[in-house]
């Protein structure tokens, strides 16, 4: 599903974040990306959602490898990219409903359907109750599971999220990573950063780590044979 070969990232000739990282994500695999902060991991997601594109070596994503993407097709590929952030950056202006119906939206699907499937999205995180609910009125760890509905809603097959437990305890960080795990299980490959050491060694799974923009753990030799 995703694939890392021999991929440099240099902003500048003093700016290294990224040197020569291997690695490959299966079809339904659940991975942590961890390492130090300036370690590279906001650089590893940023080539993943095209926001940035490798120095050297080739990102490829469903087979397709984005380096050689053209521009007119980068809004295409991110409908396939779920992403969740810290701050989830839900729209306080709207209901939780209109918030995860935003995605589909912008791709001009009909409301018929986006009422089916912002329903079904918010049926898998828990929150179908509080679908006419403000964003305001919700918890920390209920946002945050907008914010899941929210990159999901598209059923895109690749889900990346960046800290998104970093404002959380460890009970609610629990109920979100066991959320990524379900997804996971139904096909989704899921990538997701974090500092949390503890969390990630309670979950038990594979997981990446940058030092330095080297990746020094994870990493799994490349296989022959088609990816994605
Ligand atoms: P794009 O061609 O994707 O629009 P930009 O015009 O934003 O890229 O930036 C050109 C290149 O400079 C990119 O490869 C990007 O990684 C790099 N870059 C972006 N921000 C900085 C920065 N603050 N300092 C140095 N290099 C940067
Ligand atoms: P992390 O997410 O692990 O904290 P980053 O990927 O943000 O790491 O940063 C990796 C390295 O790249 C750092 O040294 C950072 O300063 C540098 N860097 C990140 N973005 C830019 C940019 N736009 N321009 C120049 N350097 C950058």
New binding site residues.
Partial sequence: MIEFRQVT?R??SD?TALRQVNFHLDRGELAFLTGHSGAGKSTLLKLLMVM??PSAGEVVVGGQVLNRLPRRQIPYIRRHIGVVFQNHQLLFDRTVFDNVAMPLEVMGVSPRDVGRRVRAALDKVGLLSKEKMNPLQLSGGEQQRVGIARAVVNKPPLLLADEPTGNLDPKLSADIMNLFAQFSQVGVTVLIASHDLALINEMGRRTLTLDHGNLIAGGKPLQGGSVG
């Fill in positions: 990232k902003y500048d700016h940035e594109r």
